[in-house]
């Protein structure tokens, strides 16, 4: 029999509009039973299985490794943007078809990102904690209007967050490694630049051996003490323990921090009160998740049909 596996922590099968049709064309629809990250030693053993055509994907390693085990995978949707998790120069040579959901997730993590800036700015989780613990004073926070905040990565989703910021009257300074033809009210500097001015620096770019920690400590000394910076992008971007440094001795005034380098995260950062933090949760959104899984079944059907292995009956 054929089979598709679907690797998503969750997936609502209700949104699997096509289901009827799979499963006339005699196909099995497989879900994780682990309901959490898969890691590379499950992935592997899964794909490994006869008749697994099709791979609804999460973020789980499709590394060489794994994939040269899949014996009959014809088809890669990813339920996401990121495709850092793919090894896409095998996928080529090896003829499997990748699609990703680029579109859904924009919003959601540009949103949370001004969730996390202005907790930050105006410590609404600290006043939160300080009541439920019977602490009572006012906090003195900082606002986002004519504060300079510095995108780094200036695509779908670092457009709308400076779309989103811009509404509170902040100043736009973006670092993107294309020269990028911009609103006159929206700067392109270099990295130094953007460090150096900014008060607020949110990243917005995929993780590449390239963009392996651009944010270290020596890109952390560059920032004004009371600067903050985000990371709802990819884990790996920013050195972690130079971070925590860096926020421990106050070298910098806070961070926001959606995606880590291993995940489910238990670091030193947990013990800092000067850092929010949430567990990779920026596209989670029930629209947007709505969105992106009817999107990845729809990336899937249309290849499958183009392929021949999925008919119309």
Not at 70 to 77: C, D, G, N, P
Not at 100 to 105: A, C, I, L
Not at 122 to 143: D, E, F, H, Y
Request: net charge neutral; glycine share 6%.
């Amino acid at each position: 029999m054929k089979k598709i596996f679907i690797s998503t922590s969750n997936f609502d099968l209700s949104n699997f509009e096509d289901l009827d049709l799979f499963k006339k064309n005699n196909f099995e629809i497989i879900l994780n039973q682990y309901k959490r990250r898969l890691n590379e030693v499950e992935i592997k053993s899964i794909l490994s299985e006869d008749g697994i055509i099709g791979l609804i994907a999460g973020l789980e390693p499709l590394n060489e490794n794994v994939l040269s085990t899949a014996k009959s995978l014809k088809v890669i949707s990813r339920c996401g943007i990121g495709l850092d998790n793919i090894d896409l120069k095998y996928t080529e040579v090896n003829n499997i078809k990748v699609f990703n959901t680029p579109d859904s997730p924009t919003t959601p993590v540009a949103e949370l990102t001004l969730a996390h800036i202005l907790n930050l700015l105006r410590g609404v989780s600290i006043a939160n904690a300080n009541i439920r613990s019977n602490k009572w004073g006012s906090i003195s926070g900082n606002l986002l209007e004519g504060k300079n905040v510095g995108i780094i990565g200036y695509g779908r989703i670092g457009r709308k967050v400076a779309k989103l910021i811009k509404a509170f009257g902040a100043n736009i300074l973006i670092y993107d490694i294309n020269k990028l033809e911009l609103d006159e009210s929206i700067i392109q500097v270099s990295l130094e630049d953007l460090l150096t001015n900014c008060d607020i620096v949110s990243l917005h770019l995929p993780y590449t051996e390239q963009s392996h920690h651009i944010i270290s400590q020596k890109e952390l000394s560059l920032m004004k003490k009371s600067s903050i910076i985000l990371n709802l992008s990819r884990g790996g971007l920013i050195n972690e323990n130079d971070l925590y440094n860096a926020l421990f001795t106050n070298q910098i005034s806070g961070a926001g921090i959606d995606a880590f380098e291993t995940e489910p995260y238990n670091g030193k950062l947990l013990n800092l009160e000067n850092v929010l933090l949430t567990c990779h949760m920026g596209s989670n959104a029930c629209e947007a998740r709505i969105k992106m899984e009817k999107e990845a079944i729809k990336n899937l059907t249309n290849e499958l049909k183009a392929l021949n292995l999925l008919k119309d009956k």
